[in-house]
């Protein structure tokens, strides 16, 4: 019988699970409770991503040592039964998750500070760095029962993907659920553009929101692409860097029927620094053909970094700097583009929800769905 390959494996693990959604597939409550904590942290969700990646090895490799999960990083004596963690992980765990949008974390666990560039073997005397305490505890004691074999790993990935779809859909009934509040709380007379500033407001001072200003000014587009003639060219990974990208900004501008980025927006949550003016002169003089480079911040705008900006028009050959205030920008466009304020903000609504969990976390969807029905409410 032909030996199934990665793919084929969390496959395997995902039909088994959704058979048995309301059943456990390990015995020992003890360790099912460990599993659940690594599975549903809700202030981590690397520790998921790395155990998934680690079953996997241990069922496609089952001479491997579970706790072994560097490989590169060990002396070639020990290399016999050691695995490379991180390429099971980017190559087939990634994939997996983002087919069936389990709530795990989108970037590699291996880069996290509790993985990155160990040296060690993950057994009982190791101290992980990372919070909480506990759930890097957990795993080295769910590591510790599969090597030992008081339980297999497959059974493990069972019951982490069990727990991983049982969280998706209940985060998707929660989000349904406010959505339908939110229709039914609706109203004959829409928010105010005041209004709908407040409420974005309001989202903004969360934590972990650092990137909602980008979708403020990627809605804003989205709600008048037609009035404007022109269109987001594509929103770029939260967490990537725009070497990596190729990207000019956060946001880039272009003309409809074209892709030729016209504007870029960099979006900021400190204040713009003549450094951060420096490098976007440095991108226009290495070729890139924008007209407009803007800043927006939600940090305050010192006078004399607005004025730097604005002295690079004539140096750039018309190409203007701007440095904007994120709440000031939305007031205008909501004032500007008055009658189109309630598509701002389903446009908005759309790209919160649709952001994946590192970008935007669940605690901010919900949290922005609550506050609207509040202010259609009029509380």
Same mark, same amino acid.
Not at 39 to 62: E, H, M, Q, W, Y
Not at 112 to 130: C, E, Y
Not at 193 to 203: A, C, F, N, P
């Given at each position: 019988m032909?030996k199934? *390959?990665c *793919?084929e494996?969390?496959?395997?693990?995902?039909?088994?699970?959704?058979?048995?959604?309301?059943?456990?597939?390990?015995?020992?409550a003890?360790l099912a409770a460990?599993?659940?904590?690594?599975a549903?942290?809700?202030? /981590?969700r $690397? &520790?998921a !991503?790395?155990l998934l990646?680690?079953?996997?090895?241990?069922?496609?490799?089952?001479?491997v040592?579970?706790r072994?999960?560097?490989?590169?990083?060990?002396? /070639?004596?020990?290399k016999a039964?050691a695995y @490379?963690? !991180?390429?099971?992980d980017?190559q087939?765990?990634?994939?997996?998750?983002?087919?069936? +949008?389990?709530?795990?974390?989108?970037t590699t $666990?291996?880069?996290?500070?509790?993985?990155?560039?160990?040296n060690?073997?993950?057994?009982?005397?190791?101290?992980?760095? =990372?919070?909480?305490a506990e759930?890097?505890r957990a795993?080295?004691?769910?590591?510790?029962a599969?090597?030992?074999?008081k339980v297999?790993a497959s059974?493990v990935? /069972?019951e982490?993907?069990?727990?991983l779809?049982l969280?998706?859909?209940?985060?998707q009934?929660?989000?349904e659920?406010?959505?339908? @509040?939110?229709?039914?709380e609706? @109203?004959e007379l829409?928010? *105010?553009s005041?209004d #709908?500033?407040?409420?974005?407001?309001q989202?903004?001072a969360? +934590?972990?929101?650092?990137r909602?200003?980008?979708?403020?000014?990627?809605a804003?587009y989205?709600?008048a692409?037609?009035?404007? @003639?022109?269109?987001?060219? !594509?929103?770029?990974?939260?967490t990537a860097?725009?070497?990596?990208?190729?990207? %000019? &900004?956060?946001?880039?501008?272009?003309l409809?029927?074209? /892709?030729?980025?016209i504007? #870029?927006y960099?979006?900021?949550?400190k204040?713009?620094?003549?450094?951060?003016?420096?490098i976007?002169?440095q991108k226009? $003089?290495?070729?890139?053909?924008?007209?407009?480079?803007?800043?927006?911040t939600?940090?305050?705008?010192?006078p004399g970094i607005?004025e730097y900006?604005n002295?690079?028009?004539r140096?750039?050959?018309g190409?203007e700097?701007?440095?904007?205030?994120?709440v000031?920008?939305?007031?205008?466009f909501?004032?500007?583009f008055?009658?189109?304020? #309630?598509?701002f903000?389903?446009?908005?609504q759309? %790209?919160? %929800?649709s952001?994946?969990?590192?970008?935007?976390n669940?605690a901010? +969807?919900?949290?922005?769905?609550?506050?609207?029905r509040?202010?259609?409410? =009029?509380e």
């Amino acid at each position: 019988m032909a030996k199934d *390959s990665c *793919s084929e494996i969390l496959e395997k693990a995902y039909r088994a699970a959704e058979a048995r959604l309301k059943k456990s597939f390990v015995s020992d409550a003890e360790l099912a409770a460990k599993i659940a904590l690594v599975a549903l942290c809700p202030g /981590n969700r $690397a &520790g998921a !991503r790395f155990l998934l990646a680690a079953t996997l090895a241990k069922v496609d490799k089952p001479a491997v040592d579970i706790r072994k999960p560097f490989i590169q990083a060990y002396p /070639n004596d020990e290399k016999a039964d050691a695995y @490379g963690g !991180r390429n099971y992980d980017e190559q087939y765990v990634f994939d997996f998750i983002t087919k069936w +949008k389990l709530p795990c974390s989108s970037t590699t $666990a291996f880069l996290t500070p509790a993985f990155r560039t160990k040296n060690i073997v993950l057994d009982m005397k190791q101290s992980l760095r =990372g919070r909480p305490a506990e759930l890097y505890r957990a795993i080295l004691e769910i590591l510790d029962a599969i090597q030992s074999e008081k339980v297999s790993a497959s059974v493990v990935l /069972n019951e982490l993907v069990r727990l991983l779809i049982l969280e998706r859909d209940e985060r998707q009934a929660r989000l349904e659920s406010l959505k339908q @509040g939110l229709q039914a709380e609706a @109203g004959e007379l829409p928010l *105010s553009s005041e209004d #709908t500033v407040r409420l974005i407001e309001q989202h903004l001072a969360l +934590k972990h929101s650092s990137r909602l200003p980008v979708l403020v000014v990627a809605a804003a587009y989205r709600a008048a692409f037609e009035q404007l @003639g022109e269109k987001v060219l !594509r929103l770029h990974a939260h967490t990537a860097a725009d070497k990596q990208t190729g990207a %000019l &900004g956060d946001v880039e501008i272009t003309l409809l029927g074209d /892709n030729k980025v016209i504007t #870029t927006y960099e979006i900021k949550d400190k204040p713009v620094t003549t450094g951060d003016i420096d490098i976007a002169i440095q991108k226009i $003089a290495d070729g890139a053909e924008v007209q407009n480079y803007i800043f927006v911040t939600t940090a305050p705008i010192d006078p004399g970094i607005r004025e730097y900006a604005n002295h690079q028009y004539r140096e750039l050959g018309g190409v203007e700097i701007a440095v904007l205030d994120c709440v000031g920008f939305l007031r205008h466009f909501l004032h500007l583009f008055h009658r189109l304020r #309630t598509s701002f903000l389903d446009e908005y609504q759309e %790209l919160v %929800l649709s952001q994946p969990e590192s970008a935007v976390n669940q605690a901010l +969807k919900e949290a922005f769905l609550a506050l609207r029905r509040a202010a259609q409410a =009029g509380e």
